[in-house]
């Protein structure tokens, strides 16, 4: 257990829908990280987050956007769903945000868009 | 850009056998270097890191890796396999210059034999 929690664990919706995946750091982390892990694209980094300020942009898509709240836990909100969105979503937290850091990552939320 | 490079899809090994993983990357600078783990339905497990000094690197669960500038790469060893090595494994490399940002290579799936 990485001490990193995401919710929820599995969520299907339709195309066109919105949804949020949820991810609370491990205690004591202020930067978070997203990722995006799918059959044709791999792992991907999609954006980091420190204390609450944007640090570092990947390929997150427009319809994709983030936020860290001053309680530290992250939302990744995901609108206009497509078939393509379908993957698994992790995040990862660390102490600074520091590149030498080692990132712990959460179990997940697996996305089904139908 | 960074890239990785992780040129075996898929490897199957017998228990008891030695494990070498391959990764090349691309970057212009010293990169901070990692191999992280993925059980089946488990998020990312950080295995080792290699940011400068000794370029044999000791991880965890009997990992070891090594990094090689002259031939950018850095490949990650065991000597004797478990059943419980079986899983994905990722290489990735780090750069400040980048953000920050952790570049993934494509993975590499073990299957371990008995």
């Known amino acids: 257990d990485s001490g990193v929690t995401q919710t929820p664990k599995h969520l299907i919706t339709a195309t066109g829908q919105r949804v949020t995946l949820r991810c609370s750091p491990r205690?004591?982390?202020?930067?978070v990280y997203w990722y995006q892990q799918s059959l044709d694209q791999g792992l991907q980094f999609l954006i980091q987050?420190?204390?609450?300020?944007?640090?570092a942009k990947g390929n997150i898509l427009e319809r994709f956007s983030a936020q860290q709240f001053p309680d530290l836990h992250s939302e990744l909100n995901l609108s206009s769903l497509e078939l393509g969105d379908s993957a698994l979503y992790f995040c990862?937290?660390?102490?600074?945000?520091?590149?030498?850091?080692?990132?712990?990552f959460g179990p997940g939320t697996r996305l089904l868009v139908l | 850009a960074q890239s990785v490079t992780q040129p075996d899809i898929h490897i199957t090994v017998s228990e008891g056998a030695s494990l070498e993983l391959r990764c090349n990357y691309s970057?212009?600078?010293?990169?901070?270097l990692f191999w992280y783990v993925q059980s089946p339905g488990q998020g990312l497990q950080l295995l080792l890191k290699?940011?400068?000094?000794?370029?044999l690197v000791q991880g965890i669960k009997g990992f070891e890796a090594e990094f090689k500038r002259s031939q950018s790469s850095f490949n990650l060893r065991k000597p004797s396999v478990h059943w419980s090595d079986a899983a994905e494994y990722f290489c990735?490399?780090?750069?400040?210059?980048?953000?920050?940002?952790?570049?993934f290579g494509g993975g590499t799936r073990v299957l371990v034999k008995p």
């Open positions: 987050y420190y204390n609450g300020e944007e640090r």
């Open positions: 970057y212009g600078a010293t990169p901070y």
């Open positions: 290699y940011f400068s000094g000794d370029t």
């Open positions: 990862a937290s660390s102490v600074l945000g520091g590149i030498q850091e080692t990132q712990y």
């Open positions: 990735a490399v780090g750069a400040r210059a980048a953000g920050n940002k952790l570049t």
């Open positions: 205690s004591g982390d202020l930067s």
